[in-house]
């Protein structure tokens, strides 16, 4: 069966920090580009960051750039998300996608055109 699973959500302090892993089975990630997006309450789903397959490629979004970083182990078949300084406006529940044409991550990136979506994990920055 192929799946993502997105885990490592959870209820933060402001300042904080948090790991997100996005996990394949059924398919082998080192051969998709990867995309973290996330959705507040009320409000679009927005892209947060992306990784290559040859991981020479990375992109962050502004309000995050400097304080997410995006990481893969193809062993482990997972993608990761470290966040740190966390703010209540981070808020949202965060997604991975998979997908594996394009010459870069930020071909799917952008146009938000992904074959593979996991099912979300939840992040709450609050004091």
């Known amino acids: 069966q192929v799946q993502l699973v997105e885990s490592g959500g959870d209820l933060v302090h402001p300042g904080g920090s948090l790991r997100l892993s996005c996990t394949a089975s059924?398919?082998?990630?080192?051969?998709?580009?990867i995309g973290w997006f996330r959705q507040a309450p009320g409000k679009g789903r927005e892209g947060v960051s992306c990784?290559?397959?040859?991981?020479?490629?990375?992109y962050y979004a502004h309000v995050v750039k400097g304080r997410f970083s995006i990481s893969r182990d193809n062993a482990k078949n997972t993608v990761y998300l470290q966040m740190n300084s966390l703010k209540p406006e981070d808020t949202a529940i965060y997604y991975c996608?998979?997908?594996?044409?394009?010459?870069?991550?930020?071909?799917?990136?952008?146009?938000?055109?992904?074959?593979?979506w996991g099912q979300g994990t939840q992040v709450t920055v609050s004091s």
């Open positions: 996608a998979a997908d594996s044409g394009g010459s870069s991550c930020y071909d799917s990136y952008s146009s938000g055109f992904y074959k593979h």
């Open positions: 059924g398919f082998p990630l080192d051969s998709y580009h």
């Open positions: 990784i290559s397959v040859s991981k020479d490629t990375t």
